[in-house]
């Protein structure tokens, strides 16, 4: 009987072992969407990366809503504290850069290839 009742129970995803990284960096890429505009740095579109990212990982809906969740709650941590760019937000600009650039190495060297 219990056997029976596990096997028509919900099927739950298990996510990759990559998900906590590609969280973290759809955080940051939220981050620098709204960083990078304010200090007048870089051309890239963090939110059409990010896009591109997700479609290339093409996750369940539950794990492209955490992703998304991510992304648009890195907007608003710096939206809430970040009016104009200063000095702090400079270095968090460049602290960020540097920390998505080592995740994605990461998630690509471990998880890709």
Same mark, same amino acid.
């Given at each position: 009987?219990?056997?029976?009742? *596990?096997? *028509? ?29 304010l ?8 939110r ?45 600009? #460049? ?12 998630i690509r #060297?471990?998880?890709?290839?």
């Open positions: 009987m219990l056997l029976l009742l *596990t096997l *028509t129970g919900p099927v739950l995803a298990i996510d990759p072992p990559y998900q906590r990284q590609m969280e973290r960096l759809a955080e940051i890429m939220g981050s620098l969407y709204f960083l990078q505009p200090c007048a740095s870089g051309n890239e579109d963090w059409a990366e990010m896009a591109e990212l997700i479609a290339l990982d093409e996750p369940d809906e539950d794990r492209r809503q955490r992703l998304a969740g991510a992304f648009n709650g890195g907007y608003t941590a710096f939206s809430r504290f970040h009016k104009q760019c200063t000095p702090a937000s400079r270095e968090a600009l #460049t602290r960020l850069l540097q920390e998505a650039q080592r995740l994605a190495r990461e #060297t471990r998880f890709a290839e």
